[in-house]
């Protein structure tokens, strides 16, 4: 089992950044790909990025292309999701996921562990 737990939301005006943490205890960090999701009220979660094995290759909705960077640290049982260009549409509730079988996978369904989750607004 992984525990999750986000951190680093908050308020920031358009044009922005913000970076989100999300730390994990439990088993193997590691051994789990990871994604990050998001949330706005009244719409269903959504894919924002995700990582691969190799280390090298990441995954984005084509929302956040080019303005997010998704990243780890397997020393500190970190994932970081990098946050610039920051637009009002941003604005959701974030959550990490693992991915026991890393299919860098855009279905929330295929990830079996989340966070609480963690608040972004930005502000026009």
């Known amino acids: 089992q992984v525990q999750l737990v986000e951190s680093g939301g908050g308020l920031v005006q358009a044009g922005g950044s913000l970076r989100l943490s999300c730390a994990a205890s439990?088993?193997?960090?590691?051994?789990?790909?990871m994604g990050w999701f998001r949330q706005a009220p009244g719409k269903e979660r959504e894919f924002v990025a995700a990582?691969?094995?190799?280390?090298?290759?990441?995954y984005y909705a084509d929302s956040v292309k080019g303005r997010f960077t998704i990243s780890r640290d397997n020393a500190n049982d970190t994932v970081y999701l990098q946050m610039n260009s920051l637009k009002p549409e941003d604005t959701a509730v974030y959550y990490c996921?693992?991915?026991?079988?890393?299919?860098?996978?855009?279905?929330?369904?295929?990830?079996?562990?989340w966070g609480q989750g963690t608040q972004v607004t930005v502000s026009s």
């Open positions: 996921a693992a991915d026991r079988l890393w299919r860098h996978s855009a279905r929330s369904r295929d990830y079996e562990y």
């Open positions: 439990g088993r193997l960090f590691s051994s789990y790909g």
């Open positions: 990582d691969n094995l190799n280390g090298i290759t990441t």
